[in-house]
């Protein structure tokens, strides 16, 4: 199975810190946000993986490379304007394949296990859903929540009690089949469509997650995992990558 992250976003909300360093390349625990979920894809054993980006994203790609260090196999998908969550991925699908991926979003950090998680997704995508998603705890910041989950796995737009979308989900091909090439779609609108449809399904997660969206939340994670995880530092990069 390929993966994708998505890496493309501008991240004002983290500004001035993202003026001259894409927010995936910023550091919690001594290691980048993107760092962290190449290590555990590559744990995981996914080792095909596209990485989208538009504003600095020259710096990703000399920050990543082709991926070897980390042993995984890099492709990159330019995007001159930030196309969107799901212009992203559609934009990006030629370098994908014909069957299932996953998607991940680059700025977020999250402890799953990414090997079973992809099993238990298989068993959803191969017999009739169109994508199967991870949910998380409504945190603070997002007390509304998104989707509703059933009893059975299925996320419904019915009422009841929404957990958040963590950005992590398998996806069919043919789920971004309306997204034209190069045009901007948020992936939020593809979902509440194939929600009704009942097309997807998902998952409740109770991990580590964090939407790393404000200055504020970066720091506290930084702390966090620098006292708690003490992680092995990632490679260096090139003195380029480190430019301010």
Same mark, same amino acid.
Request: aromatic share 6%; charged share 25%; hydrophobic share 40%.
């Given at each position: 199975?390929?993966?994708?992250?998505?890496?493309?976003?501008?991240?004002?909300?983290?500004?001035?810190?993202?003026?001259?360093?894409?927010?995936?390349?910023?550091?919690?625990?001594?290691?980048?946000?993107?760092?962290?979920? $190449?290590?555990?894809?590559?744990?995981?054993?996914?080792?095909?993986?596209?990485?989208?980006?538009?504003? !600095?994203?020259?710096?990703?790609?000399?920050?990543?490379?082709?991926?070897?260090?980390?042993?995984?196999?890099?492709?990159?998908?330019?995007?001159? !304007?930030?196309?969107?969550?799901? +212009?992203?991925?559609?934009?990006?699908?030629?370098?994908? +394949?014909?069957?299932?991926?996953?998607?991940?979003?680059?700025?977020?950090?999250?402890?799953?296990?990414?090997?079973?998680? $992809?099993?238990?997704?298989?068993?959803?995508?191969?017999?009739?859903?169109?994508?199967? !998603?991870?949910?998380?705890?409504?945190?603070?910041?997002?007390?509304?929540?998104?989707?509703?989950?059933?009893?059975?796995?299925? !996320?419904?737009?019915?009422? +009841?009690?929404?957990?958040?979308?963590?950005? $992590?989900?398998?996806?069919?091909?043919?789920?971004?089949?309306?997204?034209?090439?190069?045009?901007?779609?948020?992936?939020?609108?593809?979902?509440?469509?194939?929600?009704?449809?009942?097309?997807?399904?998902?998952?409740?997660?109770?991990?580590?997650?964090?939407?790393?969206?404000?200055?504020?939340?970066?720091?506290?994670?930084?702390?966090?995992?620098?006292?708690?995880?003490?992680?092995?530092?990632?490679?260096?990069?090139?003195?380029?990558?480190?430019?301010?």
């Amino acid at each position: 199975m390929k993966a994708m992250i998505l890496a493309a976003g501008r991240g004002e909300r983290m500004r001035p810190l993202t003026d001259h360093t894409p927010k995936p390349l910023l550091r919690v625990g001594n290691k980048s946000l993107i760092g962290w979920h $190449i290590e555990r894809l590559a744990r995981a054993g996914i080792t095909e993986l596209v990485i989208n980006h538009a504003h !600095l994203g020259h710096r990703i790609e000399t920050a990543l490379g082709d991926g070897c260090r980390y042993g995984v196999h890099i492709q990159y998908s330019e995007e001159v !304007l930030a196309l969107e969550t799901a +212009g992203g991925v559609a934009n990006a699908l030629p370098l994908l +394949g014909d069957g299932p991926f996953l998607v991940v979003s680059g700025d977020a950090y999250c402890d799953i296990d990414y090997a079973p998680f $992809i099993a238990r997704a298989l068993t959803r995508v191969t017999h009739g859903k169109h994508a199967h !998603l991870v949910l998380v705890p409504n945190p603070p910041h997002h007390p509304e929540g998104d989707f509703v989950l059933d009893m059975g796995g299925q !996320l419904t737009d019915e009422e +009841g009690s929404r957990l958040t979308f963590s950005g $992590i989900g398998i996806y069919r091909p043919e789920f971004f089949a309306k997204v034209q090439p190069g045009e901007k779609a948020k992936l939020v609108s593809l979902l509440r469509e194939a929600i009704r449809a009942g097309h997807v399904s998902g998952e409740r997660f109770t991990g580590r997650w964090e939407d790393v969206g404000t200055p504020e939340r970066l720091a506290l994670l930084d702390n966090e995992l620098s006292l708690a995880l003490q992680p092995t530092p990632e490679p260096p990069t090139t003195p380029a990558a480190e430019e301010s």
